[in-house]
């Protein structure tokens, strides 16, 4: 990787840090130049702007970790909703990156910027549609081997347990405790249980 690459690649890294502690709105490029020891003008060799530097985050970074995380995760193992679940269980209860009063990088990025800047909002829109598209997928394949009922919804399941995800960071973030995520679990375990 080139000298120039690995600057881009680190400025972006520390401002989703700082970005997913403080928030979109609320961080300033002087605070990203300050964090990335970079100078201004690297900064803006790299990025236009600070919705420049935004979207990159999303299409580059999150993207990126969408695909380890989630996509490549659900094409192991037997069982279709287990490995749904593991991915649930991972993210809310090992995940180091992801601190409970900060919640959901990705849907914090919704709630902050989807309502009044388009580019975001499709990057974002993209995402989370390839995100459903894993699960869904997914669950296809469970019901082709016969280990989910074959009347079941993919996509039904998958807007749910999505929406419960989002929700459940949103809540944790409240309350500031994994306890809830706890209950989420036990919730989506029951509800997988109905599906077989």
């Given at each position: 990787?080139?000298?120039?690459?690995?600057?881009?690649?680190?400025?972006?890294?520390?401002?989703?840090?700082?970005?997913?502690?403080?928030?979109?709105?609320?961080?300033?490029?002087?605070?990203?130049?300050a964090k990335t020891q970079v100078t201004k003008g690297a900064f803006?060799?790299?990025?236009?702007?600070?919705?420049?530097m935004g979207l990159a985050i999303i299409t580059e970074l999150l993207?990126?970790?969408?695909?380890?995380?989630?996509?490549?995760?659900?094409?192991?193992?037997?069982?279709?909703?287990?490995?749904?679940?593991?991915?649930?269980?991972?993210?809310?209860?090992?995940?180091?990156?992801?601190?409970?009063?900060?919640?959901?990088?990705?849907?914090?990025?919704?709630?902050?910027?989807?309502?009044?800047?388009?580019?975001?909002?499709?990057?974002?829109?993209?995402?989370?549609?390839?995100?459903e598209n894993a699960f869904t997928e997914c669950i296809e394949k469970?019901?082709?081997?016969?280990?989910?009922?074959?009347?079941?919804?993919?996509?039904?399941?998958?807007?749910?347990?999505?929406?419960?995800?989002?929700?459940?960071?949103?809540?944790?973030?409240?309350?500031?405790?994994?306890?809830?995520?706890?209950?989420?679990?036990?919730?989506?375990?029951?509800?997988?249980?109905?599906?077989?």
């Amino acid at each position: 990787m080139k000298k120039s690459e690995a600057t881009r690649l680190t400025i972006l890294q520390k401002a989703f840090e700082l970005i997913y502690e403080k928030g979109f709105q609320t961080t300033s490029i002087d605070e990203i130049i300050a964090k990335t020891q970079v100078t201004k003008g690297a900064f803006y060799y790299h990025f236009k702007t600070k919705d420049e530097m935004g979207l990159a985050i999303i299409t580059e970074l999150l993207k990126s970790t969408f695909r380890k995380t989630f996509i490549d995760t659900l094409q192991n193992g037997p069982n279709p909703l287990e490995n749904i679940y593991q991915v649930f269980y991972n993210l809310l209860m090992e995940n180091d990156f992801l601190k409970v009063e900060y919640g959901c990088p990705t849907s914090n990025f919704v709630q902050q910027m989807a309502p009044w800047h388009t580019a975001f909002t499709e990057a974002l829109h993209k995402l989370s549609k390839e995100w459903e598209n894993a699960f869904t997928e997914c669950i296809e394949k469970g019901k082709e081997a016969g280990l989910i009922k074959k009347e079941v919804s993919a996509r039904e399941v998958s807007v749910f347990v999505i929406s419960g995800y989002w929700g459940v960071r949103n809540m944790g973030k409240l309350e500031n405790s994994k306890e809830v995520y706890l209950v989420y679990l036990k919730g989506l375990k029951s509800y997988f249980n109905t599906l077989q």
